[in-house]
């Protein structure tokens, strides 16, 4: 079992940077992949990044490459998510995940979920 609970987040104007932060406790997290996925009111959950265990693999949507930068911190257990250039097409609720056997851009391959978190882009 892995626990994700996430922090970050919020109201931000176009152009802006956030971070989001996803905390990680259970079984060794240094084992998962971890990833972000996102979804907009009426759309479906779409790949954000993913970053294998020992960070030397790192996969961005095309929506969010060269803006976004996923990284993570295995002594402390956490995963992080930068967000620079924000666009008002970037507001979705933001969820973590984390996955013991695969590194996947399909939300449906991992098996721990984090309860989300609102990221608002105002224009």
């Known amino acids: 079992q892995v626990q994700l609970v996430q922090s970050g987040g919020g109201l931000v104007q176009a152009g802006a940077s956030l971070r989001l932060s996803c905390a990680a406790s259970g079984r060794t997290f240094g084992d998962c992949a971890m990833a972000w996925f996102r979804q907009a009111p009426g759309k479906d959950r779409e790949f954000v990044a993913a970053?294998?265990?020992?960070?030397?693999?790192?996969y961005y949507g095309d929506n969010v490459k060269g803006r976004f930068t996923i990284s993570r911190d295995n002594v402390e257990k956490m995963v992080f998510l930068q967000m620079n250039s924000l666009k008002p097409d970037d507001t979705a609720v933001y969820y973590c995940?984390?996955?013991?056997?695969?590194?996947?851009?399909?939300?449906?391959?991992?098996?721990?979920w984090g309860q989300g978190t609102q990221v608002t882009v105002s224009s």
């Open positions: 995940a984390a996955d013991p056997d695969l590194l996947s851009r399909r939300w449906y391959e991992y098996d721990y």
């Open positions: 970053i294998s265990p020992n960070s030397d693999s790192t």
